[in-house]
């Protein structure tokens, strides 16, 4: 069995999905769960991109132990020496040197001859290795570009010191055996190849992003990138855990190990899912919801008798457990405590008593208290800005009749500390409640999306709200669970505005302490 090194890069391509924008909290709390996961890499984000960006890779640097943090960086010496300091605190510093190469790329966006991208990679290359331990090096639309170019180029950035050369399917355009085929040449015609380790990298734009990403195994990358979900720019990435199941049920055929612990795909696939607000579909494969329903009379009969009939993957193997505990009214502090463990939480003591108190709160109104309750509960609060300013729900009601136009009264605190209230109608009560937030807060804001679903099953399940809105012309997800679908509603477009008045806020700090 072949070894094949696992590079995540849920928090940097992922988070390039449109409509998603996590905070630092948020983000710290998915790396440490892709620590858990057992990814070998992961790639933090992109810290020269902006202020905000640079202090969570800085913070997950210097908080995962288990796992190479990475940074992404284009060919600059700017970008090299954000990376470098946001980086330089991890365990085993990594960069990820970006660089186009196909010629649509090379004449219209960077607009070089070939031989200045060579001399601009290598220069960044070598720029990049008098800091870093290990410097990966992309040719961005590696897919799209002329194989002995690609051959050439590759040779001069290993000289330069890159350790892993990654060839990007950046358009997801190829298919698997020319993917297959471009590994093989570059294997075969690159001389000094065996110094690195080569890396596959694959967008879903065909839909081949996964049969891409094993196809290149076979053909000698030792390392496979991809997000959790496989969220991503457009049609997204290689979804990891489809990869890794892949691997593990087909060993047969893909005699290749890993170090993930398959055991923790469903709580990565959820948490991941709830922080981005990117839905998992019924019918994804391994996490999706429908994975390991069997609805036809013959298949359930089948599984009955034998599971294997119509089951190639047992829900347990991906940590879809459905034999969980519950929690009730009378349950105490210690079976909490025992649960936030068993649910791989780890608040702190100020944390741990506030989810405790939203915990007793919603057993007074819901009898039981399921798993999926208490990981929106605690994530909430585990991933909830504390310092930050923000507009806060104090009361709301909503009256609606079915000859009545619908009217809400809100009361809200706003970031200065002031109570406001106020009443306004909608054509239906999210828009009643949604047009009397818009009275009630400073920013503008039009909304795009709004999704609701349960978390769980039963009547009196809890509800989730995800919206996209822009808030001053800047795109913002946000998300809000209640017992009740407006009180979600209404929690989900604060949420979305807060996101983007913290933003704010830290941009303005950085820019005081810049001018000081
Ligand atoms: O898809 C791509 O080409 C990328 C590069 C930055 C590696 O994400
Ligand atoms: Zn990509």
Redo the contacts with the bound molecule.
């Keep these: 069995m072949s070894h094949v090194k696992v590079f995540d890069t849920t928090l940097r ?1 992922g988070e390039q999905s449109a409509g998603v924008n996590l905070n630092r909290l948020e983000k710290v709390e998915i790396a440490k769960q892709l620590e858990r996961f057992g990814v070998d890499r992961m790639e933090a984000g992109f810290p020269a991109s902006s202020p905000a960006e640079f202090e969570s890779v800085q913070e997950i640097a210097n908080t995962i132990k288990n796992c190479s943090v990475t940074g ?1 960086a284009r060919a600059s010496k700017k970008d090299i020496d954000s990376a470098w300091e946001a980086l330089k605190g991890g365990v085993e510093p990594r960069l990820h040197i ?1 660089l186009a190469t196909s010629p649509v790329h090379m004449t219209h966006k960077l607009k070089k001859t070939p031989d200045e991208v060579v001399a601009t990679a290598v220069e960044a290359v070598t720029y990049a290795k008098e800091k870093f331990p290990h410097v990966q090096w ?1 040719a ?2 590696a897919c799209r570009t002329d194989l002995d170019f690609l051959v050439h180029i590759i040779e001069e950035v290993i000289k330069a010191g890159a350790s892993v050369i ?1 060839l ?1 399917d ?1 358009v997801g355009y190829t298919t698997p055996k020319e993917y297959g085929y471009m590994f093989r040449y570059v294997k075969e015609n690159v001389p000094n190849i065996h110094d690195v380790t080569l890396s596959a ?1 694959c ?1 879903n734009d065909l839909g081949m992003a996964v049969s891409n990403s094993l196809t290149a195994i076979e053909n000698g990358a030792e390392q496979i990138e991809g997000t959790i979900n496989g969220i991503g720019e457009r049609a997204g990435n290689a979804a990891l855990e489809e990869i890794a199941v892949a691997l593990a049920i087909r060993s047969d055929r893909y005699p290749y190990t890993t170090r993930l612990n398959l055991r923790e795909i469903k709580r990565t696939s959820d948490l991941v899912s709830k922080l981005t607000g990117m839905m998992v579909p019924g019918n994804k494969a391994v996490v999706g919801r429908n994975a390991f329903a069997h609805e036809s009379g013959i298949h359930q009969d089948g599984v009955l008798k034998e599971s294997t009939t119509y089951e190639i993957i047992t829900p347990e193997m991906v940590g879809v457990d459905s034999n969980h505990l519950v929690l009730g009214k009378h349950s105490g502090r210690h079976a909490f405590n025992q649960k936030v463990e068993t649910l791989g939480f780890d608040l702190n003591e100020e944390r741990l008593k506030q989810a405790f108190v939203k915990f007793k709160d919603l057993t007074a109104k819901k009898k039981e208290v399921t798993d999926e309750d208490l990981f929106a509960i605690l994530t909430d609060t585990q991933t909830e800005n504390k310092d930050a300013k923000k507009y806060e729900l104090q009361s709301f009601q909503v009256q609606y009749g079915s000859y009545n136009l619908p009217t809400a009264t809100i009361a809200l605190t706003l970031p200065d500390g002031e109570r406001k209230e106020m009443a306004n109608t909608g054509q239906g009560s999210v828009e009643a409640i949604y047009n009397t937030l818009d009275g009630l807060i400073h920013e503008q804001v039009h909304l795009q999306d709004y999704q609701l679903s349960s978390i769980g099953k039963g009547r009196d399940a809890l509800a989730e709200v995800h919206v996209q809105l822009t808030v001053n012309g800047s795109p913002a997800a946000g998300r809000g669970s209640a017992q009740d679908v407006l009180e979600a509603s209404a929690r989900a477009f604060l949420n979305a505005v807060n996101r983007v008045i913290a933003k704010e806020q830290a941009y303005e700090e950085t820019t005081k302490e810049a001018q000081l």
């Design positions: 391509d992404l970006f992309s961005e639309d990654n990007p950046t990298h967008h």
